[in-house]
């Protein structure tokens, strides 16, 4: 899962960094690979703010001329197609827990990006929400 980001000069400052898909994550850098490092944190960090609202993440936009891709974390990428599916379905964790076996701390960890879970319990949570989860290789 990759989000396209735009590198604006700043005069003096360097390069601001922002996100149109997430508008929360903004950032700066004084060259574009500081810029792009800064850039990953800053999705990373917004990213809770959706976890933590139980809210929606946007999907990806086209990479457009200019900009470029900052990609998240599989570990991530997993968890934000399994909030998006809870609150497409208004799902709750506490329905995890009852109808998966977890106690309260492991349906916790499947939506905070930043815990492990185990993805063969992620699997299980999408197939109760009736979905599956795919790899490919490109």
């Known amino acids: 899962m990759q989000y396209p980001v735009t590198l604006t000069e700043d005069p003096g400052h360097g390069l601001i960094v922002t996100f149109r898909d997430i508008p ?3 950032s700066q850098g004084d060259d574009v690979e500081e810029a792009l490092a800064m850039a990953e944190d800053a999705l990373l ?3 809770e703010f959706y976890f933590e609202d139980m809210r929606k993440v946007p999907a990806p936009s086209e990479q457009l001329e200019g900009e470029h891709l900052v990609r ?3 570990s991530v990428a997993v968890k934000v197609l399994l909030l998006n599916e809870m609150v497409e379905q208004n799902f709750s964790v506490g329905s995890m827990v009852h109808l998966l076996g977890l106690t ?3 349906a916790n960890r499947l939506l905070d990006p930043d815990g492990s879970t185990d993805i063969d319990t992620i699997e299980r949570a999408l197939k109760l929400l009736g979905r599956s989860l795919e790899f490919s290789l490109k």
């Open 104 to 106: 309260r701390l492991e």
């Open 24 to 26: 929360e994550a903004i």
């Open 72 to 74: 998240i974390p599989a």
């Open 45 to 47: 960090t917004a990213l």
